[in-house]
């Protein structure tokens, strides 16, 4: 659809409108009275979420590619049917193919207490066909307020069970990783995945000084970034997952990612709202499953 189009059909005054973005791909300019955020609709991916009067509560690389068969790094990446490496078949794409597809946005809403809601979707095409061979329909809700509220419901369309993982797959801006804490993750096991996969226990809250990659497991309590630096704790909590993964690429990693600043994990952390190891969804055929993360600030 055109810009044009899309403002006239989904513009709302006071709340959203429609531009080209980076690399010729439309995205969604959400303003409301409680605070500002862009969505492309490449990916369906939250690129900025920013409560007025705060700092960007979102990283985003400055070196991002927008590219029709890329993902944006950043933001909130949609992971979708699967989570990390298919499963079984390693040539199929990392963290499958709903961060590089094109959503179809379907509604916009100004909601009575004046934050703003966009609603997008993915169903099964010839090309999703050829990686996963499923009919499927894909929504994603998105709520801007004083918190970012993002759902992924996936309905199971097909005539047999399908298994279902992905990831809601926000990357956080923070003044300085060396200086931050995690909370809310104690005495919880983990999945290191840069050490063969051996289960670890958490002890106490996370602080990061290398390469971090856990999928943490069972996990129930809201996460609580506080960051000293930017003076706020950010809160995530999430809903449809006991899985958490915590990521930072640190130095060689860093500079390993073409689309990644070499400084770039000084001022970022991954805390995703996940599905993968044991809390992986089987979905009966007319079933569906919804996974959300919702996002505040508070200032310190
Ligand atoms: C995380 C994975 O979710 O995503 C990491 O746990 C991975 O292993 C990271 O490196 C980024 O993945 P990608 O495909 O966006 O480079």
């Given at each position: 659809m055109m810009i044009n189009e899309l403002n006239r059909k989904f513009g709302i005054e006071g709340h959203v409108s429609f531009q080209t973005g980076t690399g010729d791909l439309a995205k969604a300019v959400v303003t409301n009275q409680r605070a500002s955020a862009e969505?492309?609709?490449?990916?369906?991916?939250?690129?900025?979420?920013?409560?007025h009067g705060s700092t960007p509560v979102l990283w985003l690389s400055d070196i991002a590619e927008y590219e029709s068969e890329k993902?944006?790094?950043?933001?909130?990446?949609?992971?979708?049917p699967w989570f990390g490496p298919h499963p079984q078949d390693k040539t199929k794409p990392q963290h499958g193919f709903a961060r590089v597809s094109e959503w179809e946005l379907f509604d916009t809403t100004g909601l009575p207490d004046g934050r703003t809601r966009l609603r997008l979707q993915l169903k099964d095409n010839v090309a999703t066909r050829t990686l996963w061979p499923h009919p499927f329909e894909l929504e994603l809700n998105i709520t801007v307020g004083a918190r970012l509220r993002i759902e992924l419901t996936s309905r199971n369309t097909?005539?047999?069970?399908?298994?279902i993982g992905g990831a809601l797959h926000t990357y956080?801006?923070?003044?300085?990783?060396t200086q931050i804490t995690i909370e809310g993750l104690d005495g919880r096991e983990y999945f290191d995945q840069l050490d063969s996969h051996r289960v670890k226990l958490q002890n106490g809250s996370i602080?990061?000084?290398?390469?971090?990659?856990?999928?943490?497991?069972?996990?129930?309590?809201?996460?609580?970034?506080t960051d000293p630096n930017l003076k706020r704790k950010i809160r995530?909590?999430?809903?449809?997952?006991?899985?958490?993964?915590?990521?930072?690429?640190?130095?060689?990693?860093?500079?390993?990612?073409?689309?990644?600043p070499d400084e770039g994990y000084r001022t970022m952390v991954c805390i995703e709202a996940t599905n993968a190891a044991d809390d992986i969804y089987r979905v009966p055929p007319g079933g569906e499953h919804t996974l959300s993360q919702t996002i505040s600030t508070e200032h310190i």
């Open positions: 969505i492309y609709l490449h990916g369906a991916h939250v690129t900025s979420f920013q409560p993902a944006i790094r950043g933001g909130i990446p949609v992971i979708w097909d005539q047999e069970t399908v298994e956080f801006n923070i003044g300085d990783i602080s990061i000084s290398e390469e971090v990659d856990r999928i943490y497991l069972d996990t129930v309590n809201e996460c609580v970034i995530v909590s999430a809903a449809g997952s006991r899985t958490t993964v915590i990521w930072n690429p640190w130095i060689d990693k860093s500079q390993r990612m073409a689309d990644f």
